[in-house]
């Protein structure tokens, strides 16, 4: 038999095979693996990738706070006059209420926090014979 | 995004095409099934285009038959190496024949004769390197040339692997009949 014989049997064979077909789990697979793979909501994608009006939205968002941020830079010296006033209310208050119960109030914390941590083990070593150590 | 029944419909229309490209390309139902996956995970993301295009069917046989020759040379040994180190002899088609003998990877489809099962049988036990010209040839439609510009391989080497692969479908159609 030569080639050409050859090619031409088996092609005729090759042709009259059916088609294997897909199983039948094939389709519910790839619907489902199309279902995980849709693509994330616009603010978790690339800022490049947003939808259009986002985008333009987004812009104009930005120059706003610009524009706010310039109008307070412009005011700045009225406003640090405002803070050092508050800052100097803040200390007074801080002077006469509460600076001096604060280190006792510190000192309180850190001993019932110290109680509390020794009271734990104590439970524990009793309740599972030390195995929390281990 | 693509309406998703509409895909769906695509999908069905397509699968077997898809699926047997993929299985006679590869050999492996289950690898088959992974790269036909792919293959329709691309057209969902471009579903808008593939769609309405009157060259789907081909674009999707593309799309398999690259992917295909990817997986084969990503997750296999290459087949100009195997190639090289089979000789062709009588010994190698000795072992081919013997191996048709092992666990059917055909489904039993009532479409199915026995000469048909054991036709397809011995195709997917073809060595990928015999295998994957064989079926670009008579399934794909593609020239000798077209066929040794996609693997990367001579004209030569790819009219000996076509002749080697025929030479083993007719001993595994002859063996038994």
Not at chain 2, 45 to 72: D, I, M, Y
Not at chain 2, 75 to 86: G, H, I, N, T, V
Not at chain 2, 169 to 177: I, S, V, Y
Request: glycine residues 6%; contains cysteine; proline residues 6%.
């Amino acid at each position: 038999m030569d080639e050409f014989d050859l090619e031409r049997i088996v092609d005729r064979e090759l042709k009259r095979l059916p088609v294997p077909r897909a199983p039948r789990s094939f389709a519910p697979r790839v619907m489902a693996a199309v279902a995980a793979s849709r693509p994330a909501a616009w603010y978790a994608r690339p800022w490049l990738m947003w939808p259009v009006w986002m985008q333009a939205m987004s812009v104009i968002a930005l120059a706003g706070l610009a524009a706010g941020g310039w109008t307070l830079w412009n005011q700045a010296p009225g406003l640090a006059q405002r803070a050092n006033q508050m800052a100097a209310v803040s200390r007074a208050f801080w002077n006469v209420l509460f600076g001096p119960i604060a280190m006792v109030v510190l000192a309180l914390t850190i001993v019932v926090t110290l109680a509390c941590a020794a009271a734990w083990t104590a439970v524990s070593r009793v309740t599972f014979g030390g195995a929390s150590s281990q | 995004m693509p309406d998703a029944s509409a895909f769906e419909a695509f999908l069905r229309e397509y699968q077997d095409m898809v699926f047997a490209t993929a299985v006679r390309l590869l050999g492996s139902p289950a690898e088959a099934e992974d790269v036909a996956q792919t293959v329709f995970l691309r057209a969902f993301e471009r579903f808008a285009e593939v769609e309405p295009n009157p060259g789907r069917a081909g674009w999707l046989k593309t799309v398999t038959t690259n992917l295909c020759l990817n997986h084969l040379t990503r997750y296999r040994a290459r087949w100009q190496f195997f190639s090289e180190l089979d000789g062709g002899d009588g010994e190698t088609q000795r072992a081919f024949v013997e191996s048709l003998a092992a666990a059917d990877p055909v489904p039993a489809d009532p479409g199915w004769d026995d000469r048909a099962r054991r036709l397809e049988r011995a195709l997917r036990r073809l060595p990928d390197h015999q295998r994957v010209p064989l079926v670009l040839f008579h399934f794909e439609e593609r020239s000798y040339q077209e066929i040794a510009t996609l693997l990367g391989v001579t004209l030569g080497k790819v009219k000996t692997d076509i002749h080697r692969g025929r030479e083993s479908l007719k001993k595994a159609l002859t063996d038994r009949t």
